[in-house]
């Protein structure tokens, strides 16, 4: 079994930061990538960025230059770094990473609970 769990949100002002962090834990897996989507009320679930096990990263066009998603291998952790953030950044921040189990090399995708984060003055 293979969890994730994620930390970090809560309520900032406009224009401040906060850090997520999630944490993968079990045995007898390894992770490809790893990342974050959104929810926020009303709208569909939606990627925030995204990175690989040798660092290549993807970010939604709406967070660019903002935030910046980072990962240690060595504790199979990804953070996501958000700057300067703005009122439509609030919503339900979702961790996600694709494993392989083993040792039959079974592929899944695994999701944290959630964390919110709240942007408002």
């Known amino acids: 079994q293979v969890q994730l769990v994620e930390s970090g949100g809560g309520l900032e002002q406009p224009g401040g930061s906060l850090r997520l962090s999630c944490a993968a834990s079990?045995?007898?897996?390894?992770?490809?990538?790893m990342g974050w989507y959104l929810h926020a009320p009303g709208k569909e679930r939606e990627l925030v960025a995204t990175i690989t096990s040798s660092g290549s990263t993807v970010y939604a066009d709406s967070v660019k230059g903002r935030f910046t998603i980072s990962r240690d291998n060595a504790k199979n952790t990804v953070f996501l770094q958000m700057n300067s953030l703005k009122p439509e950044d609030t919503a339900v921040y979702y961790c996600?990473?694709?494993?392989?189990?083993?040792?039959?090399?079974?592929?899944?995708?695994?999701w944290g609970q959630g964390t919110q984060v709240t942007v408002s003055s």
């Open positions: 996600y990473a694709k494993i392989v189990m083993y040792p039959f090399l079974e592929y899944r995708n695994i």
């Open positions: 079990g045995s007898s897996f390894s992770i490809n990538a």
